[in-house]
């Protein structure tokens, strides 16, 4: 309990004087052209990642998707439209 009360007391205030500081996109910057998705396990975390491939698909076309998957998620992860490359 102690240990939320101090994230809550000291973490907000270092988040909002850190934000002062941050610059502009990164992206914008240094463009990326490849993206490598690790996902191993757990079906319902590979399932969850499904609208993340959507919306970067949707914000950067160009980007190259690759999702690295087991055995296990290769059925879920098969059927994603978004990913240019799966790894299994």
Do not use: C
């Not at 939320?4 to 205030?13: N, Q, S």
């Amino acid at each position: 309990m102690m240990k939320r009360y101090f994230d809550f007391l000291i973490g907000i205030p270092l988040v909002l004087f850190f934000s002062f500081f941050k610059g502009k996109n990164r992206l914008s910057q240094n463009p990326v052209d490849k993206i490598l998705v690790i996902k191993l396990a757990a079906a319902g975390d590979t399932i969850l990642l499904i609208p993340l491939f959507r919306n970067l698909r949707e914000a950067y076309p160009e980007l190259k998707i690759h999702w690295m998957v087991s055995p296990i998620n290769q059925a879920i992860a098969a059927t994603v439209p978004y990913i240019d490359k799966l790894i299994i």
